[in-house]
């Protein structure tokens, strides 16, 4: 069934014909009781992943350990060389960063477990600090 309606927008008159749609049961968006939404699709097992990292092992009192995953900048230290708590021993380069991994504790470089252009993970022991 149409109908012609006067329609005013901003002052400005306009003729218009409409077309009422209600009563030929052809709606525009169907009926919420009449949509049915499809049960999502089984999922088949996923094939196993790669085999899990060992989690690095615990560091000692002496260690001094990544904080951050990257790459060694430089070994500032050599093994028998003292230092002292808080002092440089190597230096990480993550995001264009350089980030310097400290003594724990004044004492004697016991050993080197990285060189400069290794790549590290958080966590990993860098040398050892008797």
Request: proline share 10%; glycine share 10%.
């Amino acid at each position: 069934m149409e109908r012609k309606l006067r329609i005013t927008v901003d002052g400005r008159v306009y003729d218009v014909t409409v077309e009422d749609l209600s009563d030929s049961g052809s709606l525009i968006y169907p009926a919420r009781s009449s949509m049915t939404i499809p049960a999502p699709p089984t999922v088949e097992s996923a094939p196993p992943g790669p085999a899990p990292v060992p989690a690095p092992a615990s560091a000692g009192p002496g260690d001094v350990v990544a904080t951050l995953g990257g790459v060694v900048e430089s070994v500032v230290v050599a093994v028998g060389q003292k230092v002292r708590l808080g002092e440089t021993v190597v230096v990480l380069e993550a995001m264009k960063m350089n980030s310097p991994m400290v003594a724990p504790r004044d004492g004697t470089v016991a050993s080197l477990s990285v060189k400069a252009g290794d790549a590290v993970e958080a966590g990993r022991v860098l040398a050892t600090i008797a």
